[in-house]
């Protein structure tokens, strides 16, 4: 116990010292850290060998005072750390763990609360996910897309007695991989249920966890799904134009105050978590109390990593590192699914090459006995690729108008914006009558209740053959159901094309009318051909690239061009830089350097609530009134947050209100959101009278 007259005592230097002394580095760097979080081992004042060397007189006085009360505690500090040997490259994580258990047990006790970790229950969950799974079959009619998916469900829940723990599960768009893959979690911790606690779904886009986690819900009951993505709400600090970061000034303070409230979220003791990829790996990646308190409840854990292919290029060689350790040495399972699995290992001519760090040839196991049959059956969509010139918005909008349901993608939020206005506009000038309840913008400018609101109706006018145009970024082209006759996808990377194609005769309903691919992708060039920067737009020119060559060959690629997206994959990867030196950071314990530098999208957002319905509204007013972000509040407010990147922030000020204590909150204001189309960057004349 730590007794003081003064409201604070400094005690984490000297526990670190004391542990330093005694031949235990890691448990010296996660008691230096467990306010401000883990420093590096040296380079600066605030590292490890600096607060050591200036903490280690008054730390061993104490050690010597504290041994004189209790002589066996002078025999634990001597003896703790004898003989102990470490390996550079596994100590990165296992002190991350011990400063989990450290800070969580920390946190739940100064809190005066309890654990409440809940048994994730295999045999039971396992049980009510087959009983859903017979309903659905039952509904659906008989059909090759049904059989595929009954196909699929029977691999994965062969493959959960497969003895490895790196598994691809490669399947097809529509082919029934989320619940399958659930399936095979389930059945595997029934099988091994002291090996594993919990079951852990990381998701790349919030669309497709609003959607999973609504399923998961609907099937094992809210109270056993844990939905957790948005929510920091930290204070950004400008790095340079581009970059920003959490401002770190008061986190240690701030750590204790808001404890009480984000226990939940921040410890990830629930059976079932979903999340996104920027939360999982940011969590193992960042030096914060608040990020690794949950480190230690991953352990054990099966972890379905969806949409793989998402993973960044620039953070590959740690990534891989982490996942291999967590499985080899934290008794984690992974099962990477997608539709256009990536190259994580190498082809075996690269094999001897020392600077591509990927994982050897037979490093990972695939679920599905034949994939290329399964993408043979399931083939519903041609893929038309216009790339002689670019089209214009107006020229694009008259041709979605022609289409009675059609959906079109696009690259970036502006022109999800510009194109949907042109629409309208080519509507008004046809003199159509009630185009607006036809046409439908999606974006992550849109709170992900409106997106769930918007995609209800779209999947509802499509159920009831009434027109349905939408325009949407990316958001929608990856584990989204809707099911189009046609769709438009700007000229982007090649794995999102094939994504887009997914969301075309989904339910292959029209191909099996036709007796052949009835589906139609129609790849185009958009005005000024902006992407989003980057790796994304890097992998855009090598589809432009492959795909020019095709058509020149006349063979155009198709979802089926096993060896082209091989290839795209491979030279993806193969021919960069995969995070090398982040991964050497980890070697040489420079944790508060990694996390500074480890980033998993380019931008972080700020986060502002938005007050799009009634239940927003009222949990606003509640908390313009309290001035803390409680979990009642956290929970009924986390679909109303709209990201907005640095810029964007600084630009759109007039739009929202800050609110709550520290951290500081943002809010909208009421007129500062669309129904249409979300948040807004500023307010419009219109907008200013009331």
């Given at each position: 116990m730590i007794r003081t007259k003064q409201g604070r005592c400094p005690h984490s230097a000297h526990g670190a010292a004391i542990a330093y002394d005694s031949g235990n580095p890691d448990v010296a760097f996660a008691i230096a850290g467990h306010h401000g979080g883990i420093p590096d081992a040296n380079g600066g004042t605030g590292s490890l060998e600096v607060r050591i060397k200036e903490a280690l007189t008054d730390a061993q006085s104490l050690r010597a005072f504290a041994s004189g009360d209790l002589p066996s505690l002078g025999?634990?500090?001597?003896?703790?750390?004898?003989?102990?040997?470490?390996?550079?490259?596994?100590?990165?994580?296992?002190?991350?763990?011990?400063?989990?258990?450290?800070?969580?047990?920390?946190?739940?006790d100064s809190a005066g609360s309890d654990s409440n970790s809940r048994p994730l229950r295999p045999e039971e969950r396992f049980a009510t996910l087959l009983d859903h799974l017979d309903q659905l079959s039952q509904q659906s009619s008989a059909g090759v897309v049904n059989s595929a998916r009954r196909n699929v469900l029977t691999d994965c829940l062969n493959g959960a007695e497969f003895p490895d723990r790196l598994l691809s599960l490669t399947v097809p768009t529509g082919g029934g991989k989320t619940l399958a893959a659930?399936?095979?979690?389930?059945?595997?911790?029934?099988?091994?249920?002291?090996?594993?606690?919990?079951?852990?779904?990381?998701?790349?886009?919030?669309?497709?966890?609003?959607?999973?986690?609504?399923?998961?819900?609907?099937?094992?009951?809210?109270?056993?799904?844990?939905?957790?993505?948005s929510g920091s709400f930290d204070r950004l600090r400008r790095v340079d134009r581009e970059h920003f970061v959490p401002d770190e000034a008061g986190q240690e303070e701030a750590a204790y105050r808001r404890m009480p409230l984000r226990n939940p979220t921040e410890n990830w003791s629930e059976p079932m978590i979903v999340t996104t990829s920027v939360r999982f790996f940011e969590s193992l990646f960042s030096n914060r109390p608040s990020d690794l308190r949950r480190v230690h409840n991953i352990a054990r854990s099966i972890v379905i990593l969806d949409e793989v292919q998402t993973l960044p290029r620039s953070l590959l060689s740690p990534l891989l590192r982490m996942i291999r350790e967590l499985s080899e040495d934290w008794g984690c399972t992974f099962v990477f699914s997608t539709a256009t699995q990536p190259a994580f290992q190498k082809r075996p001519a690269a094999v001897l090459n020392r600077d591509d760090h990927r994982w050897e040839p037979g490093t990972v196991r695939e679920i599905i006995q034949d994939p290329g049959q399964l993408r043979r059956v399931l083939k519903r969509v041609v893929i038309e690729w216009e790339l002689e010139r670019t089209t214009t918005w107006p020229e694009l909008a008259s041709r979605l108008i022609d289409e009675p349901s059609v959906l079109c993608v696009v690259n970036l939020r502006e022109h999800a914006s510009v194109l949907f206005d042109a629409l309208l506009a080519e509507g008004a000038a046809r003199g159509l009558a009630g185009l607006e309840q036809e046409c439908f913008h999606l974006s992550t400018r849109m709170c992900a209740a409106h997106r769930l609101v918007v995609l209800a109706e779209i999947r509802n006018r499509l159920a009831?053959?009434?027109?349905c145009r939408v325009i949407s970024t990316q958001l929608i082209e990856a584990g989204v159901d809707v099911d189009f006759p046609i769709a438009f996808r700007a000229l982007g990377p090649l794995d999102a094309i094939f994504q887009v194609a997914g969301r075309v005769d989904r339910e292959g309903k029209l191909t099996a009318a036709l007796g052949s691919p009835a589906g139609r992708l129609i790849v185009f060039r958009s005005p000024d051909e902006k992407t989003p920067p980057q790796e994304y737009s890097e992998a855009t020119m090598r589809t432009s690239a492959l795909a020019g060559a095709a058509l020149n060959l006349g063979k155009p690629i198709q979802p089926e061009?096993?060896?082209?997206?091989?290839?795209?994959w491979q030279r993806f990867y193969g021919e960069a830089n995969q995070g090398h030196k982040l991964q050497a950071y980890r070697e040489c314990m420079k944790f508060s350097t990694l996390a500074k530098e480890f980033e998993m999208i380019s931008n972080r957002t700020q986060d502002i609530f938005v007050p799009y319905d009634d239940v927003a509204r009222d949990a606003l007013a509640k908390l313009r009134v309290i001035g803390q972000l409680t979990n009642d509040l956290r929970h009924r407010l986390q679909r109303y947050v709209v990201?907005?990147?640095?810029?964007?922030?600084?630009?759109?000020?007039?739009?929202?209100?800050?609110?709550?204590?520290?951290?500081?909150?943002?809010?909208?204001?009421?007129?500062?959101?669309?129904?249409?189309?979300?948040?807004?960057?500023?307010?419009?004349?219109?907008?200013?009278?009331?």
């Open positions: 025999n634990l500090f001597s003896a703790s750390g004898a003989g102990r040997k470490f390996d550079n490259r596994t100590f990165d994580l296992r002190t991350r763990m011990l400063f989990s258990c450290l800070v969580d047990a920390d946190r739940i659930m399936a095979f979690a389930l059945k595997r911790a029934k099988i091994n249920p002291d090996l594993y606690r919990r079951i852990i779904v990381v998701i790349p886009y919030l669309s497709i966890i609003e959607q999973n986690a609504s399923v998961y819900s609907r099937i094992f009951g809210a109270d056993g799904v844990l939905e957790h993505h009831s053959q009434l027109p061009s096993v060896e082209e997206m091989e290839t795209f990201g907005l990147q640095p810029y964007e922030f600084e630009k759109a000020k007039a739009v929202f209100e800050e609110i709550g204590n520290e951290p500081s909150i943002w809010a909208a204001v009421e007129r500062g959101y669309s129904e249409i189309k979300g948040l807004k960057l500023s307010l419009s004349a219109e907008d200013t009278i009331s």
